[in-house]
């Protein structure tokens, strides 16, 4: 098992060493054969999955304001700025509840129900806008967390919030504009916790550690899957390199679905396209 402080880090690309011997692929029928004849199957989504229902990434390039949104998703930050950093996932809190589940996160939660009494059908997500539990999704694994849940810097309680706004004074606020330049909201008014402790969001923020219990359950459902499907931009950071390499060098079967190959695992399969319809087709649905 592999040790289970894992750290996230800003644009990490790992060092995976590269399986030469795959074949590369987008033999459909060849690999939904596999699929079928699968029982433990993983599902590992990176970000980029929700970008079909307008959702932004929020990586190394984008910004916030005139921030670096990146320099935004850090406990220094929150500690240093908690109204900016409000703000800012406040904003994202409100354009992740208008936006809805996509054809991709539908599929998926179709393929569960379809075939979840036959199969071990486990998602793992660095996504933290909820649309996959929205789409139905039910085992699911949110390595990062959730924009949908706060925990207390002083207790330490995570609690789900789908609150909107999460409390009064956020209301109107968070504009991305570039002109918007101050934050000055009181810190006795942003989310509190009932043991009047500072709420954060539940996110895995940069430089902090996964939760070890999460991971666990990632690794154990890597450990036991037979396909492994990665789809969005996972399989060239963190931890989509890492599981996808761990699964395919156990054996199992591996598929890509992204606008293009990664440069560090080499995958069985690789269906370059929409998700919306590279994952479906794929799914058999
Ligand atoms: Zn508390």
Redesign the pocket.
């Known amino acids: 098992m592999r040790a289970l402080n894992i750290i996230r880090w800003k644009s990490v690309v790992c060092s995976v060493p590269k399986t030469t011997s795959i074949r590369h692929s987008s033999h459909l029928s060849s690999f939904k054969d596999s699929l079928h004849a699968a029982k433990n199957v993983v599902i590992i989504s990176g970000e980029d999955i929700s970008s079909e229902s307008g959702l932004p990434t929020y990586g190394s390039n984008e910004h916030w304001r005139k921030y670096q949104a990146l320099s935004l998703a850090t406990s220094g930050a929150f500690l240093t700025f908690p109204s900016l950093v409000w703000e800012f996932h406040h904003h994202r809190r409100e354009i992740a509840t208008q936006a809805q589940p996509n054809e991709t996160h539908k599929a998926i939660a179709q393929f569960e129900e379809k075939y979840g009494s036959d199969k071990s059908i486990t998602v793992i997500t660095q996504s933290i806008d909820g649309l996959h539990a929205r789409a139905g999704t039910k085992n699911l694994i949110e390595l990062h967390g959730s924009l949908f849940k706060t925990r ?1 810097i ?4 995570v609690l789900t919030n789908n609150d909107s706004p999460i409390c009064e004074v956020l209301a109107n606020k968070g504009s991305p504009d570039i002109q918007d330049t101050h934050s000055d909201i009181p810190e006795k008014l942003l989310p509190h ?5 500072l ?1 954060r969001p539940h996110i895995v923020w940069f430089g902090e550690s996964l939760e070890p219990s999460v991971v666990e359950k990632a690794e154990e459902a890597i450990s036991t899957c037979e396909v492994c499907l990665v789809i969005g931009s996972a399989a060239s950071v963190f931890p989509g390199a890492i599981y996808a390499s761990d699964a395919i060098q156990r054996g199992a079967i591996a598929a890509e679905f992204n606008n293009s190959p990664s440069s560090i695992v080499e995958f069985h399969y690789f269906f370059e396209g929409p998700y919306s319809r590279t994952v479906s087709e794929a799914l058999g649905l």
Do not use: T
């Open positions: 207390c002083r207790c330490n309680e916790c009932s043991c009047s402790g709420l």
